[in-house]
């Protein structure tokens, strides 16, 4: 406790030792008393030009107590309460397993694309039996990675991985249906197909994201 605040509250409790009769009627005038807004009241006589409250009021309106030991009062107040700061908003980020599942589901997705791509390009009999096998693994890895889906970020970010898969499944069956069709399929086939150049900007997006830590959605997985 600092010494000043101490005498001040001495001070007031000086009431309690002056003889009542040297309290002038004349010089007195009554007033209230009010600590910091706290519940209660104490009154307050002042006399000539000097304020004094009774002390056992003021301690009961400060919440404080009073003890008498041999010629000392001594009076206790509480500790001052303090506020914790209000806890700050996270910052929006992608959790780490969103992250790794994200990452892993991409892997399968990249994946199948090569086998397709690799199929084209050196003439090698491309069968639906054998590209359900790699589709089936990216729809799994999919399904994790929006389980672990957990913020606002990894949120948008499965919208990218949603939209690569779609385009992939689209690009394998079209590429199975011209197999039906005709017998040979240009090594180059896939190099100016839409769908084939969009998987590969929406893949690269997703890295720029992942890499960054925002995600911002710039269109080029739809």
């Not at 991409?106 to 397709?116: G, N, P, T």
Request: hydrophobic share 45%; glycine share 4%; with cysteine.
């Amino acid at each position: 406790m600092r010494k000043g605040p101490f005498m001040a509250w001495l001070m007031l409790a000086l009431l309690l030792i002056l003889p009542r009769l040297a309290l002038s009627q004349a010089a007195q005038q009554k007033l209230t008393l009010l600590v910091n807004g706290q519940p209660g009241q104490a009154a307050v006589v002042q006399i000539d030009g000097r304020s004094y409250v009774e002390i056992e009021s003021f301690v009961r309106v400060v919440n404080g107590s009073l003890r008498f030991k041999e010629n000392q009062i001594i009076l206790t107040l509480p500790a001052p309460t303090t506020s914790a700061p209000p806890a700050q908003p996270e910052a929006p980020a992608f959790s780490k397993d969103f992250v790794r599942a994200a990452i892993e589901a991409m892997a399968a997705i990249r994946e199948w694309r090569s086998v397709l791509t690799n199929s084209v390009r050196h003439g090698y009999p491309v069968s639906e039996d054998w590209l359900s096998d790699f589709r089936a693994q990216a729809a799994k890895n999919l399904m994790l990675a929006s389980v672990a889906a957990s913020t606002d970020y990894d949120r948008g970010a499965i919208k990218f991985l949603n939209s690569g898969f779609d385009d992939m499944d689209k690009l394998s069956n079209n590429i199975l249906a011209i197999r039906k069709t005709r017998d040979y399929l240009a090594p180059d086939a896939m190099d100016n197909d839409p769908l084939n150049k969009r998987i590969l900007s929406c893949a690269h997006s997703l890295v720029s994201v992942f890499a960054s830590g925002r995600f911002e959605d710039d269109g080029t997985c739809y």
